[in-house]
């Protein structure tokens, strides 16, 4: 086996090696690049492209925090990832909740600054001046025999040592399995719903009805009658003068008895089933999905838990692989930013000789755990409320209404 060692590999000099590139590991990337500290990017992809990245997302308050800890031309790359770009950067809105079976807004998540960003955008945007090793899958991590590295190895037989290892690598993170194994606490948990989604491009006329009723770029609701939660945002805007539209549409429920009604149904005819009973304008953008549109179920899993051996302060986890959670608050990849900038932190100090980095790593999960153990549970009670019309109208619900923490 090859034992390859990354760039600054000797025990006395800091090196982080990054287990996954995404949203989460990829900002500690460029924070440390900032900082002028040692890391290698290891990701299983084979390039940035070679995977469908999703839809969209939001970023919150998190956005100044992100300006203030990735070089300048990545934040400018990031931005240009808005699937609105007419709406500037400095943009501060609300998101409308809407009665589905009305249209009618009913309530406003409070106004922040706010930018609504296409998933690939951001991620590509995030690898602009780094050199990602790509195609390498973590197979296991081992300590080195002194105990002052840790040494990742992986499927291709390749192996690189650093003094740091963080496993950044999604919500089901091999890291977090080999770093909480017993009784399998590393398992995420099934949410207690099932949900499926599309994209598909749609008119300019459907968009401004959209636009007029509810809101130009993003919207969620639950419909009283069934309790089926939905969520549209525009993805892209036309920019050769044309006509049609890119957005995306999601709905969840959560399931009563065996679902027989679905039985021998396609993706595509449940995803029609599940909105046939919403809002005329909703059903008519449901009317312009074409054959072709790729329907899917979305897997929603969540780790409560947020708590693993970090191997004396060596080896830990950032992201979706430290609290993966229910998307109802839209809060998951912020908080993931926010992990990579306040490790990013704490490694500095390191880096600085302020304090060893098995006590950096200790400062970071200090307000990491606390603050994404917090998200997990806010999350998973916001899932519960998007699906209780009820609940939402006669007692209110902070977890899916209230403002955002990050
Ligand atoms: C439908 C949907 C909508 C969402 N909408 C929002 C939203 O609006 N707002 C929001 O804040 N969040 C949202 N989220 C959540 C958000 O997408 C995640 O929280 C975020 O992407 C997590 O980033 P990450 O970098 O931690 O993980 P990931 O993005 O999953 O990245 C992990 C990376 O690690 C790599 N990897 C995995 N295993 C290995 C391995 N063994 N070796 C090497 N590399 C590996 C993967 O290929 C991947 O590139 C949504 C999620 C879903 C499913």
Redesign the pocket.
Known sequence: MAIQQAAQPSSQKLHVLI?????????LAQALRKYNISFTV????ESATS?P???????HSTLVTLENHVPGEVYDAICQAQVNPEAGRDEVRGVPFVNLDTGKVEHMVPKSKRLRLR?DGV?LGLTKGLDILWG????SISRKGDDNAICAT?EDGTSYTGTVLVG????????RRILAPDNNAWENRRLPCN?I?TSYYISGAKVNELREQVDPLYFFGTDPKTNTYAFWSMLEQPDDGGMMYKMQL?FSWIPSGDERELVGLSPAEVFKLKGATMFPTLREVMAEMPEDAVVSY?N?VEWPAVAWDNWDGMATL?????H??S?Y????????II?GCVLADALKRAADGVVCPRKAVEEYEAEMRLRGKEAVDVSHQACLDAHDYRKIETEGSFALLGAKKV
């Open positions: 287990i996954g590139g995404g949203i989460a590991g990829l900002t290891f990701e299983r992809d995977r990245q999703g839809w969209g997302i939001s970023l998933r991620r390498k899958k973590l197979a992986f950044a690598d999604g919500a089901h993170s091999a890291v949900a989604g999601y979305v929603l950032a992201g979706d692989a430290a993966c959670m998307i608050r839209g809060e998951g990849v912020n908080h993931g992990d």
